[in-house]
């Protein structure tokens, strides 16, 4: 078994949206994921304070396809035009994500989301964050691009990430190992959600996110509310070096192997609730 990332996975089928709201998003990677910028709004986000409950709630929402036709229940035009605040999905930066990595995977275009850190939200400090990346065949590499900020002047070629400024889970496990870094100085932005347990939720949602199951950032599953307790012990932490290895390989095969561990595994019950 491998990974064909040209498909979509069971949350980034875009087949029930309708096809004129998908119309105009060009062929070229940039530019299919330049209007995604417009179309989340985050929960943060001061434009989202006199929004209902309900509308908040949207941040729950998990398939890329039920965004999609969120969007086109709030304002019915395509996802390309630009929108007001309010009429844009309230999510996080996992939403921007999925909705870039979907789109492309639309066009037939290898993408897939990672789950890790950036490190130029906050300074001297990694930040809990989703980017996509995309494969180009001519120079056998996969491309990094935020498209949460992309257009903007947060860094430099947000559509092509330099190497450092976003750590995938794997890379932020291995770096940890090493004793390359800080781990205390890993975490989710506004929260005391900092540390070594971070990195490990963090890398076995980057293994799912591989494996084209693309989870919400709060989502638990196997031992991940145990590790987040700082309830595991050493052989968890052993099962996470051969996840981080795999995940760097990047061997697909190997990506699909290790992520039938029951430990490891996204429950059908969660990814369909």
Same mark, same amino acid.
Request: proline share 7%; charged share 25%.
């Given at each position: ?30 530019? +299919?994921?330049?209007? +995604? ?16 409950? *309900? ?28 929108? =007001?605040?309010?009429?844009? #999905?309230?999510? !996080?930066? @996992? ?23 950036? !490190? ?10 989703? #980017?996509?990346?995309? @494969? ?34 794997? =890379? ?5 190992? @090493? ?37 919400? &950032? ?26 981080? *290895?795999?995940? +760097?390989?990047?061997?697909? !095969?190997?990506?699909?192997? +290790?992520?039938?561990? &029951? ?11």
């Amino acid at each position: 078994m491998t990974i064909d990332y040209r498909l979509p996975g069971r949350l980034t089928d875009l087949t029930a949206v309708p096809a004129e709201a998908l119309a105009g998003f060009g062929s070229e990677p940039v530019t +299919i994921c330049a209007p +995604i910028h417009s179309l989340v709004l985050q929960p943060t986000d001061p434009a989202a304070r006199h929004l209902s409950e *309900a509308r908040l709630a949207e941040n729950q929402i998990r398939p890329a396809p039920e965004l999609a036709l969120r969007l086109l229940s709030l304002e019915n035009k395509p996802l390309t035009e630009l929108r =007001e605040p309010g009429q844009r #999905v309230v999510g !996080t930066c @996992r939403h921007f994500a999925v909705l870039a990595c979907a789109l492309l995977r639309h066009r037939g275009i290898p993408a897939r989301v990672r789950c890790g850190f950036a !490190t130029y939200f906050e300074e001297e400090r990694a930040v809990d964050h989703w #980017v996509i990346e995309y @494969r180009i065949a001519q120079h056998d590499r996969w491309v990094r691009l935020d498209p949460e900020i992309l257009g903007q002047t947060v860094v430099e070629h947000p559509e092509d990430l330099a190497e450092g400024l976003f750590l995938s889970g794997a =890379e932020a496990w291995m770096a940890f190992r @090493r004793g390359e870094i800080d781990a205390s100085r890993f975490g989710v932005h506004g929260t005391e959600n900092w540390g070594p347990a971070e990195i490990r939720g963090n890398l076995v949602k980057d293994l799912a996110a591989l494996n084209k199951v693309e989870m919400l &950032p709060w989502d638990e599953w196997g031992r991940m509310t145990e590790a987040y307790d700082g309830e595991t012990g050493p052989d968890y932490d052993m099962l996470l070096d051969r996840v981080a *290895a795999i995940c +760097i390989s990047d061997d697909p !095969t190997e990506i699909a192997t +290790i992520y039938r561990n &029951p430990d490891l595994t996204v429950p059908d019950t969660l990814v369909c609730s």
